[in-house]
């Protein structure tokens, strides 16, 4: 009964559609690309999109110029994407000077240029874009493109933030961390962190792993501490990869397991982590969970040193 109802819906839709009402062509666009009531089709969901476009209809400009941004049912066009979204940009959709911005910060289909993103993240972030927002209270921390304002920016990671943006609520975690801006409160570090790191965000599954390995912020918990650092080294994280092979190292919240220790560490150390160079040249060196290698110890404790890790360049003395 229900698939009746769909398909007599999306019937009803294509017959005003195909007859030009822009509202029409909008909606089965909608139901296509979003595969609601109808099979999931980009291509005939950009069509339809591209119609109502046309006519002027600012979320279906949007949408065209979203569906070339990604690639979704025609090929990737940056520039075709801007034409559309400055239309929509233009007919006061926010969304679309998200976009407009976000193509200046990274220069897709344009020169790269963050004073140009500004003024377009501001109208999207006043919209209730939170990931404009994120992107505003960058510039404002920063002053790019702007002079730097840390409570503003606090305040705009704090709005994404609230709005369970992953980014807004790690950036407010790592000001309240470090006492960057507002006063200095773990506790309150934790929760965005932990928040964030429900939401996906690799770098705070990090940091609450490391909250529960230290006793910041919360209750020290070896397993859970484990937990977290697996999550993010899964996740491609290089500190929780690092910690997650101290874990295996030094047996917390698992069983002590060095060729695993060393494993974590190498990844670790191929995204530059210098932590993470120190411990796989002190694992070669002293033959933990691999066969011993001075030379090698020697480049990778070297390459720590080079990155900036205090305890490798001690090490380095030592070594020389």
């Not at 279906?60 to 979203?66: E, K, R, S, T």
């Not at 965000?201 to 501490?225: D, E």
């Not at 919240?253 to 411990?279: I, K, S």
Request: proline share 3%; with cysteine.
């Amino acid at each position: 009964m229900a698939k009746k109802n769909n398909d007599r819906k999306i019937e009803s839709l294509k017959k005003t559609a195909d007859h030009g009402n822009m509202y029409a062509q909008y909606e089965l666009a909608n139901a296509y690309f979003f595969g609601r009531g109808a099979p999931q089709d980009h291509e005939t969901a950009l069509k339809y999109y591209r119609l109502a476009a046309k006519q002027n209809l600012p979320e279906a400009q949007y949408m065209v110029g979203h569906c070339y941004y990604h690639g979704l049912g025609t090929r990737k066009s940056y520039k075709t994407a801007l034409n559309w979204f400055e239309k929509a940009a233009g007919r006061g959709n926010p969304q679309a000077h998200g976009y407009i911005g976000e193509a200046y910060k990274y220069g897709n289909g344009v020169p790269q240029d963050r004073a140009k993103a500004l003024p377009h993240f501001k109208v999207a972030a006043k919209a209730g874009d939170s990931i404009a927002q994120v992107d505003l209270a960058y510039s404002l921390w920063e002053g790019i493109g702007t002079r730097k304002n840390r409570p503003q920016s606090i305040n705009w990671y704090r709005q994404a933030a609230h709005q369970n943006n992953e980014r807004g609520q790690f950036n407010l975690g790592l000001c309240y961390l470090f006492g960057e801006g507002v006063r200095k409160d773990i506790k309150t570090a934790f929760k965005w962190f932990h928040l964030a790191a429900e939401n996906g965000h690799p770098r705070s599954m990090f940091w609450v792993g490391h909250a529960y390995l230290t006793g910041q912020g919360t209750r020290k918990n070896s397993s859970l501490a484990f937990k977290w650092f697996l999550k993010a080294a899964v996740a491609d994280d290089s500190r929780g990869q690092t910690y997650l092979g101290m874990c295996y190292h030094d047996g917390i919240g698992v069983d002590t397991d060095l060729e695993e220790a060393v494993h974590w560490y190498r990844l670790a150390a191929a995204q530059d982590e210098p932590f993470a160079q120190y411990c796989l040249g002190l694992s070669y060196l002293d033959g933990d969970g691999v066969k011993p290698n001075k030379t090698t110890a020697r480049k990778w404790i070297t390459k720590a040193a080079q990155n900036g890790d205090p305890l490798a360049q001690k090490e380095l003395d030592h070594l020389t």
